[in-house]
């Protein structure tokens, strides 16, 4: 008998050994309990990638709203700018056909009165004129009478 005979009776004694005191029982617990831990780590991972995935689309649906959101703050803003500009230039043509007429009602009050400066000068200067030349034309009590008659009708004619 030489030693790798004794070598394999040890072996196989050890092992015997290792049986009977259960540990291949132990051993296999071990690798039972390390596999459940693992399918628990990849569960847990599968659960944790699906909520990430949830989140991302959330936050994808979130980012398309928004943009949209924006979309119409753009268009509202512009319809706001362009009712706005619209105002503005309906009150500046307003504003300008007011200060055109007003413009137009004070030309026409000057024409009024300029002609009216017009008219009681000349008046004036006939009835100057015609007194000049009635002075003239007639002395005495029936000139001095005439004259004054026909100024006080020429008055009473202007008013």
Do not use: C
Request: charged fraction near 30%; hydrophobic fraction near 55%; aromatic fraction near 4%.
């Amino acid at each position: 008998m030489d030693a790798s005979f004794f070598v394999a009776i040890g072996f196989v004694l050890f092992v015997l050994l290792l049986a009977y005191l259960g540990v291949h029982k132990q051993i296999a617990s071990a690798l039972d309990g390390r596999a459940k831990l693992i399918g628990d780590e990849l569960a847990q991972a599968q659960k944790l990638r699906e909520e990430a995935a949830a989140v991302l689309a959330s936050f994808e649906k979130k980012k398309v709203e928004a943009e949209e959101e924006a979309k119409a703050i753009v268009a509202q803003a512009k319809t706001e700018a362009e009712l706005l500009a619209k105002e503005t230039r309906e009150r500046l043509a307003d504003f300008v056909a007011r200060r055109t007429k007003q413009a137009e009602q004070k030309i026409a009050m000057a024409e009024a009165q300029a002609t009216s400066d017009v008219r009681a000068a000349a008046a004036d200067a006939a009835v100057k004129a015609a007194e000049v030349v009635l002075k003239g034309e007639t002395a005495g009590a029936t000139g001095a009478s005439l004259v004054d008659k026909g100024i006080a009708e020429i008055k009473a004619l202007m008013n």
